[in-house]
């Protein structure tokens, strides 16, 4: 396909391009987890006044209609909010406990539906999105020697921590600046770029991975899925190597359910994997084991987690949760209960319906994304981002890393859109 330059058009998508074209000069300056909730909010303002100026005011256009899968985000995200504070009140936290938490919730669980809303409410277009995420991969490939040979030369892996810390995070990791990091297991080195830790930069590759398949520039598609799979290989993260075998395949699959070859050939599938079920479980097995040891300590830790996690949920707090996290024993190197798992997570922090606000506003993204997949490539660009969001979410919690995984979020709302509003071209 031809090679076209794809420019903003508007305020949304200059902001858009600035935030993540600029993405390195906001992670240099330790600014970078602010970037991404300062630009939700101002997505969200831009929505309010428009629907409330379009009436009055000259020259302002009236944002399209929240469709019937953002308010699903929406109703979603807010039970959250209510899940939280009931958990506090459960537990008797503090009027300051219960504000910090409110604040966390905003930079965090809030924006799986802001950025859906701005992306469907919005004139944003998909393939801005994937331009500007091409620019930053470009700007990573360009990156990638140099972060090789700071970790040759032996340089310090942690440059400083920015000042913009005092605004509060998760944790010093987030307004970090890194070269590189080293693995305490063994001293090799890895590398987490922008991410806080390596993992979640696997889940950044995989994201720029999944989007450059879309890019309809070849060179920016070329650099997209290179700098993807070179993330990927040198976090050495096991979920994004993992995830970039499973990808292709399940989404070409699913993505084609509709046909009546690809019916036939997964009957025919069936009735094989019938014959060589017991061939079929063990080379499965396998598999596991051999990715649980490729990292023994890793999953010792992630799974003691999720015990202690789901044994106190069950025992203690089944509907609204304990509120907040707390800091686990010894054996788990003082790691947050429920951390490195979505679904643990929640249910220990905001119980039952917390788990149910996240499952059921993903479940109807993939069901109606999996339609869609079968007419439209924006379909199966945004069905691509909803698989990924399910498979981390038994890896990492979504919610802290809102602020990396955006630009999807952004996507999927585009796909959500009525097809009268030419989103699904």
Same mark, same amino acid.
């Given at each position: 396909m031809a090679s076209h330059r794809i420019a903003p058009e508007n305020t949304e998508e200059r902001l858009i391009h600035l935030a993540l074209a600029g993405g390195w000069v906001w992670y240099a300056l330790g600014a970078l987890y602010v970037v991404g909730p300062l630009l939700g909010i101002s997505l969200l303002g831009m929505v309010l006044w428009r629907r409330y100026a379009a009436g009055w005011s000259p020259g302002v256009v009236a944002p399209n209609a929240i469709p019937a899968g953002v308010w699903?985000?929406?109703? @979603?995200?807010? %039970?959250?909010?209510? %899940? =939280?504070?009931?958990?506090?009140?459960?537990e008797e936290l503090s009027a300051a406990q219960t504000l910090k938490s409110t604040i966390g919730w905003l930079k965090g669980w809030a924006l799986l539906a802001i950025f859906p809303m701005a992306g469907a409410c919005l004139r944003i277009r998909p393939e801005l999105v994937i331009r500007s995420f091409g620019v930053f991969a470009l700007q990573t490939l360009v990156l990638i020697p140099f972060l090789v040979l700071a970790a040759l030369a032996h340089l310090p892996p942690k440059l400083f921590v920015s000042p913009l810390q005092i605004l509060g995070g998760p944790g010093p990791e987030f307004f970090s600046v890194y070269l590189y990091i080293v693995d305490p297991s063994n001293g090799a080195s890895r590398w987490q770029f922008i991410a806080p830790w390596a993992p979640a930069a696997g889940m950044l590759g995989n994201l720029i991975f999944v989007l450059a398949s879309f890019e309809t520039d070849r060179r920016y598609r070329m650099i997209g899925l290179l700098t993807g799979l070179l993330m990927c290989f040198m976090t050495k993260s096991r979920m994004a190597m993992l995830f970039l075998i499973v990808f292709p395949c399940l989404l070409?699959?699913?993505? $084609?359910? #509709?046909?009546? $070859?690809? &019916?036939a050939a997964g009957a025919a599938s069936?009735?094989?994997? @019938?014959? =060589?079920?017991?061939?079929?479980?063990?080379?499965?097995?396998? @598999?596991?084991?051999?990715? $649980?040891g490729a990292r023994a300590d890793s999953t010792r830790v992630r799974e003691a987690l999720g015990r202690i996690a789901i044994d106190r949920w069950w025992d203690e707090a089944v509907i609204w949760g304990h509120g907040i996290v707390e800091r686990g024993p010894h054996f788990v190197e003082y790691m947050p209960i429920g951390s490195h798992h979505t679904w643990y997570g929640l249910l220990y922090v905001k119980g039952l319906v917390g %788990?149910?606000?996240? %499952? &059921?506003? &993903?479940?109807w993204s993939i069901v109606e994304m999996l339609l869609l997949s079968?007419? #439209?490539?924006? @379909? $199966?660009?945004?069905? #691509?981002?909803?698989l990924m969001l399910v498979f981390y979410s038994f890896g990492e919690n979504l919610e802290i890393l809102s602020y990396l995984f955006w630009p999807g979020l952004i996507v999927l709302g585009i796909a959500l859109r009525p097809v009268d509003e030419g989103a699904r071209v």
């Open positions: 699903a985000w929406i109703v @979603g995200m807010m %039970a959250m909010l209510i %899940a =939280l504070w009931m958990g506090h009140l459960n070409w699959t699913m993505s $084609r359910l #509709s046909r009546p $070859r690809m &019916l069936a009735v094989v994997i @019938g014959v =060589l079920a017991d061939i079929v479980i063990t080379t499965i097995q396998d @598999g596991i084991a051999a990715f $649980r %788990a149910l606000a996240l %499952a &059921l506003p &993903l479940l079968q007419v #439209s490539w924006l @379909g $199966r660009v945004a069905l #691509s981002f909803c």
